[in-house]
């Protein structure tokens, strides 16, 4: 079956640090990869999403993600957090023809200061 | 312009009753998605419409769950029978025209079932 898994349920990072966020698939054959970041009530705000070509993936709010095809992997990374960037973070795939969207279980940041 | 639009953003219901909820996409946008998330879960496919039909409801639970776009643009949720078990943000989304193309979210409608 098509499942996307976040590893990391919660994670706690400093202002000012680094920050991976993992992500690994299982598909069969390359989907197209999304990452969707969730703060609360708010809705779903898309981040950047792969479909194919360059494996680094710019996106929005200084975030970038790499599709790692040997590891099924598409992690999102920072390299300096932000307090606002406390939220949740939600990886999907799709299957482009099918459309609907397989999310993750999702990893919650926290910022500290 | 206007984003996704989703009404009531609050419904609470008692077991056994019937309730509605309602998306009103992005203008012009062909496909609508109905997703539901629990709480510390991600959002599950419930439906995708593409115009007015449904292209896939492989995710819809259970025959108390049923869904309408009869003109193609908004949509409406509809449950039957609710249970305690129903009880999650219930999530819409709209894209230009499906395929791999950005979906767009709404705010949800948490339901809660007494």
């Known amino acids: 079956a098509q499942s996307v898994t976040q590893p990391d349920i919660h994670i706690t990072v400093s202002e000012g640090a680094s920050l991976e966020l993992r992500c690994n698939y299982s598909y069969g054959a390359t989907p197209y990869l999304f990452w969707y970041v969730q703060s609360p009530g708010q809705g779903l705000q898309l981040l950047l999403k792969?479909?194919?070509?360059?494996?680094l993936v710019q996106g929005i709010k200084g975030f970038e993600a790499e599709f790692k095809r040997s590891q099924s992997s598409f992690n999102l990374r920072k390299p300096s957090v932000h307090w606002s960037d406390a939220a949740e973070y939600f990886c999907?795939?799709?299957?482009?023809?099918?459309?609907?969207?397989?999310f993750g279980t999702g990893t919650r940041l926290q910022v500290t200061l | 312009g206007a984003g996704v639009s989703q009404t009531p953003s609050n419904k609470v219901t008692e077991k056994g009753k019937y309730v509605e909820l309602r998306c009103d996409p992005i203008s012009g946008h062909t496909a609508l998605y109905w997703y539901r998330q629990s709480l510390g879960q991600g959002p599950e496919f419930l439906i995708y419409f593409q115009g007015t039909g449904a292209a896939d409801d492989s995710g819809l639970p259970n025959d108390r769950f049923f869904a309408v776009r009869p003109e193609g643009s908004v949509s409406t949720l509809k449950i039957q029978r609710t249970e305690r078990g129903d009880s999650a943000m219930y999530l819409c989304a709209s894209s230009l025209n499906g395929g791999g193309n950005e979906q767009f979210f709404g705010p949800g409608t948490r339901l809660t079932v007494l």
């Open positions: 792969y479909f194919s070509g360059d494996t």
């Open positions: 999907a795939a799709s299957t482009g023809t099918a459309s609907k969207l397989t």
